[in-house]
Antibody
């Protein structure tokens, strides 16, 4: 059964870089059937798509975050990662990694989420 | 960017009642690439419906989706206490892909 799990620091200082990794099990990030997403949710608020990395390593980001986001793929470890630079309190959120289906646009497998707080 | 609007914001019903949740898009969603998710407190979202009307694996038949173009509906035919959650719709635009979520409908029982 496919599972995704986020890992990374739970606390980041303002102006620094947020870094998270998602480990995929029961599946391969090399599959062309899927793309690998980050989605975030500020406490008590709705969901915001951050971006995705494809099985080839190509990326597409939310235009509102594009200048600060970098995503990458590690096929040897079946992991993908997120870096968000120059963070502020507004970036405090639960960050989910999620598998996206290439055909239908749905997110069919989600990680449990990782709360990242931006605070000094 | 396609903006999704959901109504009502909150729906308070009794067990056994029918819940009808609406999702309206600011532009036509091509190929009906519209999905619905259920998020219970403290949990990650769970996929319920994809391509507007297809139930995801393991989803009970009392959850159904319908609609096309700009207007979509999620129906829960007979509410159970375990259905208390926030329900989000989500779309994918044409290439370059962009994904947006609606603000959610909270279902209380």
């Amino acid at each position: 059964q496919e599972q995704l799990k986020e890992s990374g620091p739970g606390l980041v200082k303002p102006s620094e870089t947020l870094s998270l990794t998602c480990t995929v099990s029961g599946d391969s990030v090399r599959s062309s059937n899927y793309y690998w997403n980050w989605i975030r949710q500020p406490p008590g608020e709705g969901l915001e798509w951050v971006g995705f990395v494809s099985h080839t390593g190509s990326t597409t980001y939310n235009p509102s975050l594009r200048s600060r986001v970098t995503m990458s793929l590690d096929t040897s470890r079946d992991q993908f990662s997120l870096k968000l630079t120059s963070v502020t309190a507004a970036d405090t959120a639960i960050y989910y990694c999620a598998r996206g289906d290439s055909l239908s646009g749905m997110f069919d497998v989600w990680g449990q989420g990782s709360l990242v707080t931006v605070s000094s | 960017e396609i903006v999704l609007t959901q109504s009502p914001a909150t729906l308070s019903l009794s067990p056994g009642q029918r819940a009808t949740l609406s999702c309206r898009a600011s532009q036509i969603i091509m190929n009906n690439y519209l999905a619905w998710y259920q998020q219970k407190p403290g949990q990650a979202p769970r996929l319920l419906i994809f391509e507007a009307s297809n139930r995801a694996t393991g989803i009970p038949v009392r959850f159904s989706g319908s609609g096309s173009g700009t207007d979509f509906t999620l129906t829960i035919s007979s509410l159970e206490p375990g259905d208390v959650a926030i329900y989000y719709c989500q779309q994918r635009s044409n290439w370059p892909w962009r994904f947006t979520f609606g603000p959610g409908t909270k279902v209380d029982i």
